[in-house]
């Protein structure tokens, strides 16, 4: 899209290729920081909706917007199964609190 509209795309890292079989980082830490960025990338999605002069940007935004929170809901369901993330907290069912006895 960027390059349609004659916008050079920012650069990216790069890394070096090694030979190396153990990661280098705990798959718990790169999760986090796999959670991080994705909930930082739909933040920076939603800011740049809002603020878009273009009319044909925020349709497309929002689907990138919604495979994003897909991803990062599996993310998190992986973080919990293997209690790295805590669970949040749920809403109280109301209808079974009123029916307690006291």
Do not use: C
């Amino acid at each position: 899209m960027l390059s349609q509209s004659d916008i050079q795309p920012p650069s990216t890292w790069v890394g070096k290729v090694t030979d190396s079989t153990s990661p280098p980082f705990s798959d718990k830490l790169m999760m986090y920081i796999n959670s991080l960025i994705s909930t930082t990338a739909l933040g920076f999605t939603a800011l740049g909706t809002s603020f878009s002069m273009r009319n044909d940007l925020p349709l497309k935004l929002a689907l990138i917007s919604k495979d994003t929170f897909d991803y990062a809901k599996k993310g998190a369901k992986i973080m919990i199964t293997h209690r790295w993330l805590e669970e949040p907290p749920q809403m109280e069912d109301r209808n079974q609190l009123t029916k307690i006895k006291k």
